[in-house]
């Protein structure tokens, strides 16, 4: 009977292991507060020297029902922290996968669009390679420049007894360029029909000047042409094409433009009787 007394005379791990075990059975069971006296008269605790089960009055009981406590806490907070890490893995899972839609549907967008570059590119050099099948008919470099002039200027041209073209503004082409001269345009496409060398460009300063090289503008006008922004451009060595040149005139086009073939809706006939007509 000795044996079983109360176990807080004694101190040390063996009475604080017993106590702790007691209270892992008791968590354990399902038996409710029915539990606390089997298992304490098992373990022989929290009894009186007659063995009797104390009850809620034994120190051993209070012992026992902090460690249940303690017992209770620690799984609340493992279980808190079990929860708070799957809630942490979870969503560091959806950053994982947003950041893996961002990635994807950025690379979706880069492949789109080099596709897209791919694709003009490819249109762009089947569009030039067609344009040099075509331009090989001519015998003029693409992108030559042209300039369109009145149909009454071009016949002098032609008839090489005008060497001034009368512009409100000085040209910056390089002297010695070659350029070629059209009429007027219609429908998106021009005649080629002479070329020229061009020799530079010089403001007329004064009506002195400007009546003085009438002969070689035949401007009708009375008076400089376009005030003191007047400019003649110096043309020589003029020939004349024995076959006219059809050429493509981009939409909005004025005075310059380069060298392309005519596009597909356009249909030229060859020359007859020294006339040139254009057919649509």
């Given at each position: 009977?000795?044996?079983?007394?109360t176990?807080?005379e004694?101190?040390g791990?063996?009475c604080?292991?017993?106590?702790?075990?007691?209270?892992e059975?008791?968590?354990?069971?399902?038996?409710?507060?029915?539990?606390?006296?089997?298992?304490?008269?098992?373990?022989?605790l929290n009894?009186?020297?007659?063995?009797?089960?104390?009850?809620?009055?034994?120190?051993?009981?209070?012992?026992?029902?902090?460690?249940?406590?303690?017992?209770?806490?620690?799984?609340?907070?493992?279980?808190?922290?079990?929860?708070?890490q799957?809630?942490?893995?979870?969503?560091?899972r959806a950053?994982?996968a947003?950041?893996?839609r961002?990635?994807?549907?950025?690379?979706?967008?880069?492949?789109?669009?080099?596709?897209?570059?791919?694709?003009k590119q490819?249109?762009?050099l089947?569009?030039?390679?067609?344009?040099?099948e075509?331009?090989?008919?001519?015998p003029?470099?693409?992108?030559?420049p042209?300039?369109?002039?009145?149909?009454e200027?071009?016949?002098?041209?032609?008839k090489?007894?005008?060497?001034?073209?009368?512009?409100?503004r000085?040209c910056n082409?390089?002297?010695g360029?070659?350029?070629?001269?059209s009429?007027?345009?219609s429908g998106?496409?021009?005649?080629?029909?002479?070329?020229?060398?061009?020799?530079?460009?010089?403001?007329?300063s004064?009506?002195?000047?400007?009546?003085?090289l009438?002969?070689?503008?035949?401007?009708?006008?009375?008076?400089r042409?376009?005030?003191?922004?007047?400019h003649?451009w110096?043309?020589?060595?003029?020939?004349?094409?024995?076959?006219?040149i059809?050429?493509?005139?981009p939409?909005g086009?004025r005075?310059?433009?380069?060298?392309s073939?005519?596009?597909?809706?356009?249909k030229?006939s060859?020359?007859?009787?020294?006339?040139?007509?254009?057919v649509?």
């Amino acid at each position: 009977m000795h044996e079983m007394h109360t176990l807080t005379e004694h101190s040390g791990d063996p009475c604080e292991q017993k106590i702790r075990e007691a209270a892992e059975t008791i968590f354990s069971s399902k038996k409710g507060r029915g539990a606390y006296k089997q298992v304490c008269m098992e373990m022989g605790l929290n009894l009186n020297k007659n063995g009797v089960y104390l009850g809620a009055k034994g120190d051993e009981y209070k012992l026992i029902q902090t460690a249940i406590r303690k017992i209770r806490r620690r799984l609340t907070n493992e279980i808190l922290s079990t929860e708070r890490q799957a809630r942490q893995a979870a969503e560091q899972r959806a950053q994982t996968a947003e950041k893996q839609r961002d990635e994807m549907s950025k690379r979706l967008k880069q492949m789109k669009q080099r596709a897209e570059t791919a694709e003009k590119q490819r249109d762009k050099l089947s569009k030039r390679l067609k344009q040099m099948e075509t331009a090989q008919q001519f015998p003029i470099p693409l992108g030559s420049p042209i300039l369109i002039v009145l149909d009454e200027w071009i016949d002098m041209y032609c008839k090489r007894v005008k060497q001034l073209e009368i512009r409100s503004r000085s040209c910056n082409k390089p002297r010695g360029s070659k350029i070629y001269l059209s009429g007027n345009t219609s429908g998106g496409v021009g005649l080629i029909l002479a070329t020229v060398v061009f020799e530079g460009s010089r403001k007329i300063s004064s009506e002195e000047d400007w009546e003085f090289l009438r002969p070689l503008h035949r401007n009708p006008h009375e008076h400089r042409r376009y005030g003191d922004r007047t400019h003649a451009w110096i043309f020589r060595n003029i020939e004349i094409l024995e076959n006219p040149i059809p050429f493509h005139v981009p939409k909005g086009t004025r005075d310059w433009c380069r060298y392309s073939p005519p596009q597909d809706w356009c249909k030229y006939s060859p020359p007859q009787n020294n006339v040139f007509p254009i057919v649509f």
